[in-house]
Nanobody
Framework: QVQLVESGGGLVQPGGSLRLSCQAS????????MGWYRQAPGKQRELVAI???????HYADAMKGRFTISRDNAKNTVYLQMNSLKPEDTATYYC?????????WGQGTQVTVSP
């Protein structure tokens, strides 16, 4: 079973940037589809972006052109570079790993976009 630990969240002004990291351990990272999701207060968890084992990516429409997901299989880490942040991007961001027989979530990292 893979374990995930996110980092990199914080407070940023509108228009600013943050890079989230998700460190994986306990399984064969390169075999997993990795994803970032987010959940704002009072809202359902939603997809931000996913990246396949070979680097194919998919983004939610609201993040296209602003967010970039990437992975470093040698470091067992997936990243989310977030640029041009907006107040509506404020949420807890969760890392997800999806394998053939298991799925795991990290504990989440808070991102707050505010003047």
């Amino acid at each position: 079973q893979v374990q995930l630990v996110e980092s990199g969240g914080g407070l940023v002004q509108p228009g600013g940037s943050l890079r989230l990291s998700c460190q994986a351990s306990g399984s064969i990272f390169r075999l997993y589809v990795m994803g970032w999701y987010r959940q704002a207060p009072g809202k359902q968890r939603e997809l931000v972006a996913i990246i396949t084992p070979v680097g194919g990516t998919h983004y939610a429409d609201a993040m296209k052109g602003r967010f970039t997901i990437s992975r470093d299989n040698a470091k067992n880490t997936v990243y989310l570079q977030m640029n041009s942040l907006k107040p509506e991007d404020t949420a807890t961001y969760y890392c997800n790993a999806k394998g053939l027989s298991d799925t795991a979530w990290g504990q989440g990292t808070q991102v707050t976009v505010s003047p």
